[in-house]
């Protein structure tokens, strides 16, 4: 049925398949999973308690942005669900066309720009689905308006604001379409955003007895040592890891009409440069850090070479847009292969063996 409605969606402009394909799924019409992987299940201990992942396979930031069907997703078999990015204020994003299906690259590129209704609405959507999550995990990814004064100061808000309405944050410093975003990643911005985030957390810990984690999303385009310069504050202010990768600006490989189009580009031709980002990110790090890893995942077999390489969980988001919701599914039974055929009883054993 995913295959015909698939083929639907795809007649549709891009951006009016997404927009359709939110309302389904809040209308309780997306696919049910009842597939259990327990060899994929991931604990994250954190000071102050263990976030547990009933499976290592989510569903990346973008997809949800106002948070209005984690649960769906959650349902359709991924172990968590990133939602956001939001910023303070609602914001438009750039102007449309802003997303385009590059089909023979199995690729996007978009350049959204962070459109989305604000942290008020993203929180009373959260409040709602909150207690109705039951084993699945809901990150909750925040940035920062194209227009604010203090770009660091967006942060803080939104950390504030949601804080107790979800799982674990995720500070999105790394999407290539809001102007100096990016910048964000330089080494002393970098300690002083994170030396602010740090200490809002340690207020907020104080004053409601609960901690989360907090983990910091960078691009694919960084040298290996703009790396170690993010792994470096990240371990300093004590984050609790890393989402290795947000899209690229590279455009290195792809044949469609779309290649030229500005904006971050996702999908399959961004596995191996992600992955690498990722391999050093783990070396950097000396596995004190949780790494994440995202960027071109579409099989089993690519989400078990971001767990070799130092992941511990694995995103994506592309992929689904040529191969539907049902791809979670997929993807676990396929993994679940794979480690057993190469003797590892969990996921976790496999965490950065083939480094
Ligand atoms: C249309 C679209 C919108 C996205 N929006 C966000 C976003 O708001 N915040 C964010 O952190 N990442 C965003 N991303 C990046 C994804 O979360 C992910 O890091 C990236 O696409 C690589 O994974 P993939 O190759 O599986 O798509 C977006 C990606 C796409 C394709």
Redesign the pocket.
């Given at each position: 049925m995913y295959k015909f409605a698939s083929r639907a969606l795809h007649v549709l402009q891009p951006e009016d398949a997404?927009v359709l394909t939110i309302r389904l799924l809040k209308a309780g019409l997306g696919p049910v999973s009842s597939l259990d992987t327990p060899e994929l299940a991931v604990s994250v201990p954190f000071d102050g308690g263990t976030l547990r992942f009933r499976n290592c396979i989510g569903l990346?930031?973008?997809?949800d942005?106002n948070a209005d069907a984690p649960l769906a997703m959650l349902k359709a078999g991924f172990g968590f669900v990133?939602c956001?990015?939001v910023t303070p204020l609602a914001q438009a994003g750039n102007p449309k066309p802003r997303?385009f299906r590059l089909t023979e690259d199995q690729a996007?590129i978009?350049r959204?720009g962070?459109n989305?209704e604000g942290l008020d609405v993203f929180a009373e959507h959260m409040e709602r689905h909150l207690p109705k999550r039951g084993k699945g995990v809901i990150g909750l990814?925040i940035?920062a308006n194209k227009d604010a004064t203090d770009r660091m100061a967006d942060y803080v808000t939104g950390l504030k604001r949601l804080w107790g309405l979800g799982d674990y944050f995720?500070v999105?410093i790394?999407?290539p379409n809001t102007p100096g975003l990016r910048a964000l990643q330089g080494k002393s911005y970098l300690d002083d955003l994170l030396g602010q985030i740090a200490e809002t957390r340690a207020a907020l810990k104080a004053a409601t007895g609960r901690n989360m984690p907090v983990f910091l999303?960078i691009a694919p385009d960084l040298t290996p040592a703009e790396i170690a310069d993010t792994v470096e504050p990240t371990l300093k202010h004590g984050l609790d890891g890393l989402?290795v990768?947000?899209?690229t600006l590279s455009r290195d490989g792809l044949t469609s009409r779309f290649r030229d189009e500005a904006g971050?580009m996702?999908?399959?031709p961004?596995?191996e440069l992600?992955t690498t980002a990722l391999r050093i990110a783990r070396e950097a790090s000396g596995g004190k850090l949780t790494l994440i890893g995202?960027?071109?995942?579409?099989s089993g077999a690519r989400a078990y070479a971001k767990i070799r390489a130092g992941a511990s969980l694995v995103?994506?988001?592309?992929?689904?847009?040529y191969h539907g919701p049902g791809l979670a599914d997929a993807i676990r039974r396929d993994l679940v292969v794979r480690l057993k055929a190469d003797g590892f009883r969990s996921v976790t054993e496999a965490v950065g063996t083939g480094l």
């Open positions: 997404h990346a930031a973008g997809f942005k990133e956001g990015t997303l996007v978009n959204m962070f989305n990814n940035g995720t999105n790394s999407s999303k989402i990768s947000n899209t971050g996702s999908g399959a961004l596995f992600s995202a960027g071109g995942v579409d995103q994506l988001y592309s992929a689904m847009v």
